[in-house]
């Protein structure tokens, strides 16, 4: 593996952990009189993530062949779903999400673009969305490249002859 990404990964998944984690964790301690049930419990979910988030890139630090973790960090932080029923988006380190969905006007389309540093999270139920779905872009090419990296390379396949050597000859 390329230092390079070796590094990315680890700042991408213990920085953007820590951060995501310190971010969600103000929301808990805060006014959690204020606050309803199902939104601590939300909020505790994410802090949970984030966490992980941290000792899936711990781990990887201190032995690079622990990828596990790491590959179900960056899969959750890949969509990002908006309709009327769920909002889910999970993204820690960075985010470049590309989405297509349901928009006013006539075409009734759009497409958007967001980027985002640090970490981030939404997630809501039955409310009022239109209908949008997208990709973390930067998770997901991350994600590929991890796995590019830890692929045992394709066997070499020499080509054969279809002459046998002939025998070596006594003298």
């Not at 006014?31 to 000792?55: D, T, Y």
């Not at 990887?60 to 590959?71: E, G, K």
């Not at 960056?74 to 470049?96: H, K």
């Amino acid at each position: 593996m390329k230092t390079w990404l070796r590094l990315i990964i680890i700042t991408m998944t213990v920085g953007g952990g820590f951060s995501g984690f310190m971010t969600t964790s103000q929301f808990l301690f805060h006014h959690p009189e204020k606050s309803e049930p199902l939104g601590i419990l939300l909020a505790a979910c994410f802090c949970a993530l984030n966490v992980f988030a941290i000792v899936s890139g711990l781990l990887f630090a201190n032995n690079p062949r622990r990828t596990r973790p790491l590959i179900a960090v960056l899969a959750i932080s890949i969509p990002c779903i908006v309709s009327p029923f769920i909002n889910y988006n999970f993204a820690t380190g960075a985010s470049i999400v590309l989405s297509a969905g349901t928009a006013d006007g006539p075409s009734g389309f759009n497409l958007h673009a967001a980027w985002g540093m640090g970490s981030s999270f939404e997630f809501s139920l039955m409310k009022a969305h239109r209908w949008s779905i997208g990709v973390n872009v930067f998770a997901l090419a991350i994600l590929v490249l991890l796995l590019r990296s830890i692929r045992p390379p394709a066997p070499i396949i020499q080509p054969s002859s279809s002459v046998e050597p002939a025998p070596a000859a006594f003298t």
